[in-house]
């Protein structure tokens, strides 16, 4: 079960129509020649618990994350702050959470742990098994006093019956439904269309978590990954997210309450929100948000390291149906002689998704970008390493719905050591998973090529 918008949308003639009636179709920003366009600082904005950097320090501290004499990584970065408006962010540590089991056990941890407030927002928050489970911790937490602040998106969670959000509001949390699917809640401002997707979890101002996981039962059992055994009954989805502790925090806890705001709710209780954060790491970081109808930041920082990349573009995404700019700068970097890898489900909760993402297969490979596919499990992660460095973990899907009309966020790390954890995960993934090559593929049923043809007729609503 998936409640992507995308698929409900095409699903149900009514609101398509509905959809098509009120929406007018965006465009995403010309980008073909993003570097040359920008107009970067000397150096990247560097903040630290001290204050920010000068330009020296900075571009000190950014070399010495860097060992390989092809990459600029100071360049990139000022490059990158001038695309996204973000600043790098320095003295944190990140943890990589990989499937549902270990996000869920760390987020469930560190609401235990809670003292003072716990922000939560979320796509879907699930009424059953793990996302009850969920509930009642956060519901005991709200007994314990601590304040507690969910945002849920109504069409993400439209199968959640409202007994079950009725039960957390009469017991204390706070609650925000996200451009509510009824428009006589909010009727000035009412956006069908527009969806947040973003995943984001602050305890007390010191810890966050971001990646792809929603609040549902889908998450309760593991995946093939890193499993010795290799038993295929009762799988769980494949996805992942991270831990952020230290001076970045403040960011997530900053994006959590801009949305809260945006949707002119009811103030937030009074409570110690951006308590004084130490270093916690040596990891920099840039987090990255975007809205619909914003600056494309997430968008932008893609393409932009895709067009920058020297050695290496690894790719795990589960909804792929990006525009013609993506996969120029993707082919480009194939055709530059780059190790261009893409890991895409071979299962999936979403048909017509993975169909309209299936009929760019051709091109890719036809450039030298070579196709894996994750057997067994629903692939839902959204991750990239490139050049071994510049890592990111979020909740944008590379598709046009993430980049036109959802909010969401990005973490980015420019780092080698993270970036050896990230391929190290990606290698992984690439133990089970089937490669897709150029002959298989030519000779695919034409069944399926028309249905690829179907699914690309949509790819602007998916």
């Not at 790390?413 to 990606?426: K, P, R, V, Y």
Request: aromatic letters at 10%; charged letters at 20%; a neutral charge.
């Amino acid at each position: 079960m998936r409640n992507r918008f995308g698929i409900q949308l095409f699903t149900t003639i009514p609101l398509v129509a509905l959809c098509l009636a009120l929406s007018s179709c965006a465009s995403l920003p010309d980008v073909h020649y993003l570097k040359t366009s920008l107009a970067p600082q000397d150096s990247a904005t560097l903040q630290t618990t001290q204050g920010t950097l000068s330009k020296q320090k900075t571009e000190s501290l950014l070399a010495q994350r860097l060992r390989s004499a092809k990459v600029d990584l100071p360049e990139l970065a000022a490059l990158e702050e001038a695309a996204t408006g973000s600043p790098l962010i320095a003295g944190n540590k990140l943890t990589l959470l990989n499937d549902g089991p270990q996000t869920i056990s760390a987020m469930m941890a560190a609401i235990k742990n809670a003292k003072d407030h716990i922000n939560l927002e979320t796509y879907i928050f699930g009424d059953q098994g793990l996302g009850e489970e969920f509930a009642d911790l956060l519901i005991q937490k709200q007994r314990e006093g601590v304040q507690v602040n969910v945002i849920y998106d109504s069409i993400g969670s439209i199968n959640t019956k409202p007994e079950f959000f009725q039960r957390l509001r009469d017991n204390g949390i706070n609650l925000l439904e996200y451009n509510p699917v009824n428009p006589f809640k909010r009727m000035i401002s009412w956006r069908l269309n527009n969806r947040d997707h973003r995943k984001i979890l602050v305890v007390d101002g010191l810890i966050a978590f971001t990646g792809g996981i929603n609040i549902t039962d889908d998450y309760s059992s593991s995946s093939l990954f890193r499993s010795r055994s290799r038993n295929r009954s009762n799988l769980g989805w494949r996805d992942t997210h991270i831990q952020v502790e230290g001076p970045a925090v403040a960011s997530f806890q900053w994006l959590f309450m801009q949305t809260w705001v945006s949707q002119k709710s009811d103030d937030l209780a009074a409570r110690k929100y951006f308590p004084q954060l130490k270093p916690m790491g040596d990891k920099i970081v840039r987090v990255i948000a975007s809205t619909p109808d914003g600056d494309y930041e997430i968008y932008k920082a893609y393409i932009l390291a895709m067009q920058e990349a020297k050695v290496s573009i690894h790719i795990t995404n589960s909804y792929f149906v990006p525009d013609a700019q993506m996969i120029d700068a993707l082919t480009k970097a194939a055709q530059r002689g780059l190790d261009v890898k893409i890991i895409f489900p071979g299962v999936s909760d979403a048909s017509l998704v993975m169909h309209a993402g299936r009929s760019f297969y051709s091109q890719l490979m036809a450039s030298g970008v070579r196709i894996f596919e994750l057997q067994a499990s629903v692939l839902h992660a959204k991750t990239a390493v490139i050049d071994g460095y510049w890592s990111t973990v979020g909740s944008t899907n590379l598709d046009m719905r993430s980049f036109l009309h959802n909010s969401e966020i990005n973490l980015i790390a420019l780092d080698q050591g993270f970036g050896s954890i990230m391929e190290n995960a990606f290698n992984e993934d690439l133990k089970n998973s089937i490669e897709v090559t150029r002959e298989k593929w030519e000779q695919r049923p034409f069944s399926d090529q028309l249905r690829e043809w179907i699914a690309r007729r949509f790819e602007y609503w998916l």
